[in-house]
């Protein structure tokens, strides 16, 4: 079984630019989550999607922030305009059903890492 | 307060020793408790979860959960060179299913 599977690996951009992660979940997962990670911390989540609806997005700061996730499988978390501190390391994650039970394990994705200059 | 915070590292063990890793959460209708492993430069990958009070097992990992007391702990056994990365401690609310909140982390070394 395929894993989940993000693009590009590395990106550097200088402040202000735009910049655009692409995530494809695990084959059937329902949901799908983004997460950004600074150096020295945990994980923190920006978004949760089931299919193609958001479920939660309270720490998505969207005044630069946006993601999407058509037709229920890909999804992209896109950032424009980047600050110095968005550079971290963005992970997508999937799971098979999310919101219906508590003991659903989610599966990370390799992750990007950004880095603003 | 921090949400799910865990014990202030680095820890660092010799090998063979027994790694006590420490997590304590502060919303009490959490009913997920789960450690990720992660190695330098990787993704957090799922190596143990426990959802209710007492000790759960998998080969050198022990998992153990005090909801009472809002604490939950991993030990490793018999701990190899391998087993050096940083331990995430991650909680899911019991009314948001699917949402994890991730401690910052104890970066371990197994030194031999």
């Known amino acids: 079984e395929a894993g989940v599977a993000q693009s590009p690996r590395y990106k550097i951009i200088e402040k202000r630019q735009s910049v655009a992660f692409w995530c494809n979940p695990i084959?059937?997962?329902?949901?799908l989550y983004w997460y950004q990670q600074i150096l020295g911390q945990g994980p923190k989540l920006l978004i949760q999607?089931?299919?193609?609806?958001?479920?939660?997005d309270s720490q998505l700061p969207k005044d630069r922030f946006s993601a999407e996730r058509l037709k229920g499988v890909d999804s992209t978390l896109k950032i424009q305009p980047a600050k110095l501190e968005d550079s971290a390391v963005y992970l997508c994650?999937?799971?098979?059903?999310?919101?219906?039970?508590?003991?659903?394990?989610?599966?990370f994705g390799p992750g990007t890492r950004l880095l603003v200059l | 307060q921090k949400e799910v915070e865990q014990n202030s590292g680095p820890l660092s063990v010799p090998e063979g020793a027994i790694a006590s890793l420490n997590c304590t959460y502060s919303?009490?209708?959490?009913?997920?408790f789960f450690w990720y492993r992660q190695y330098s430069g990787k993704s957090p990958e799922l190596i143990m979860s426990?959802?209710?009070?007492g000790d759960k097992e998998d080969g050198r990992f022990t998992a153990q959960l005090n909801k009472a007391s809002q604490y939950v702990s991993l030990l490793i056994r018999d701990s190899q060179p391998s087993d050096s990365a940083t331990y995430l401690c991650?909680?899911?609310?019991?009314?948001?299913?699917?949402?994890?909140?991730f401690g910052q982390g104890t970066i371990l070394t197994v030194h031999p």
């Open positions: 999607f089931q299919n193609n609806g958001v479920v939660d």
């Open positions: 991650a909680v899911m609310s019991g009314t948001s299913y699917g949402k994890l909140t």
């Open positions: 994650a999937s799971s098979l059903y999310g919101t219906g039970g508590y003991q659903e394990t989610q599966y």
């Open positions: 084959s059937g997962h329902a949901t």
């Open positions: 919303d009490r209708g959490s009913q997920s």
């Open positions: 426990i959802y209710s009070n």
